[in-house]
């Protein structure tokens, strides 16, 4: 059974920081991964998507990179801003036994991040 | 387009009331996702729906009842719901996989309806 967990739970930053999220898979067996951004209260809004055969992507001042092998992905985010704040969750689209056409994602539990002023 | 539209973004109910939630996309996607999402909780999926048929059905109780009249639209309808069913209901679309993995696309998430059953 597919796992993800995202490390850590919570980050509190001083605006202008660079920072890292984590999020590691326990199967390697995924189509792609996708990071979200959540406002509270509020849906979800997709920052990137990284195909299974991709290493990276990049988006303005988000980058994501994908190790199927070593089931990780990362989020950077430079120089961080207060508008930042949200959590922060990503997802995994496995393959699918069967060739079921649908997909399902798997979730992490999320990052909530705070950028201070 | 890129978005799913879903109404009524707020929504207060009681536990006899009848209710339908909806969701719309116009992006060609022909796989849609309801998705209930409690505080602090990632989002759990409860039906998918794939070419406007039911594919997953995540053992959801029958007072929620799925409905997909088009390609384009999705309906969540509610009865005799409990307040243990407050929540924020997510819809999501994407294009279904091809059998062997081919196209591999992202979901759209919409912006949600919070449900409170008082």
Same mark, same amino acid.
């Given at each position: 059974?597919?796992?993800?967990?995202?490390?850590?739970?919570?980050?509190?930053?001083?605006?202008?920081?660079?920072?890292?999220?984590?999020?590691?898979?326990? !199967? +390697? &067996?995924? /189509?792609?991964?996708?990071?979200?951004? #959540?406002?509270? $209260?509020?849906?979800?809004?997709?920052? %990137?998507?990284?195909?299974?055969?991709?290493?990276?992507?990049?988006?303005?001042?988000?980058?994501?990179?994908?190790?199927?092998?070593?089931?990780?992905?990362?989020?950077?985010?430079?120089?961080?801003?207060?508008? !930042? +704040? &949200?959590? /922060?969750?990503?997802?995994?689209?496995? #393959?699918?036994? $069967?060739?079921?056409?649908?997909?399902? %994602?798997?979730?992490?539990?999320?990052?909530?991040?705070?950028?201070?002023? | 387009?890129?978005?799913?539209?879903?109404?009524?973004?707020?929504?207060?109910?009681?536990?006899?009331?009848?209710?339908?939630?909806?969701?719309?996309?116009?992006?060609?996607?022909?796989?849609?996702?309801?998705?209930?999402?409690?505080?602090?909780?990632?989002?759990?999926?409860?039906?998918?729906?794939?070419?406007?048929?039911?594919?997953?059905?995540?053992?959801?109780?029958?007072?929620?009842?799925?409905?997909?009249?088009?390609?384009?639209?999705?309906?969540?309808?509610?009865?005799?719901?409990?307040?243990?069913?407050?929540?924020?209901?997510?819809?999501?679309?994407?294009?279904?996989?091809?059998?062997?993995?081919?196209?591999?696309?992202?979901?759209?998430?919409?912006?949600?309806?919070?449900?409170?059953?008082?």
């Amino acid at each position: 059974k597919q796992e993800v967990t995202q490390i850590p739970a919570a980050l509190s930053v001083p605006e202008g920081e660079n920072l890292v999220l984590n999020c590691s898979f326990t !199967d +390697s &067996a995924i /189509y792609n991964l996708q990071w979200f951004r #959540q406002d509270p $209260g509020k849906g979800l809004t997709s920052l %990137l998507l990284i195909q299974s055969s991709q290493r990276e992507q990049t988006s303005g001042r988000l980058n994501a990179s994908l190790d199927k092998s070593s089931g990780r992905s990362t989020l950077y985010i430079a120089a961080s801003q207060p508008g !930042d +704040s &949200a959590t /922060y969750l990503c997802a995994v689209r496995p #393959q699918n036994a $069967g060739g079921t056409s649908y997909g399902k %994602l798997t979730f992490g539990q999320g990052t909530i991040l705070t950028v201070h002023p | 387009d890129t978005e799913v539209t879903q109404t009524p973004k707020h929504l207060v109910m009681g536990m006899t009331n009848k209710k339908s939630l909806k969701c719309e996309q116009h992006m060609g996607h022909r796989a849609m996702y309801w998705y209930k999402q409690k505080a602090k909780k990632p989002p759990e999926l409860m039906f998918v729906y794939s070419y406007e048929k039911l594919s997953i059905n995540e053992s959801v109780p029958s007072r929620f009842s799925p409905e997909c009249p088009n390609s384009s639209l999705l309906n969540l309808h509610l009865h005799a719901l409990q307040p243990e069913d407050s929540a924020l209901y997510l819809c999501a679309s994407s294009q279904p996989m091809g059998l062997r993995g081919e196209g591999s696309y992202g979901y759209t998430f919409g912006s949600g309806t919070r449900l409170t059953v008082v």
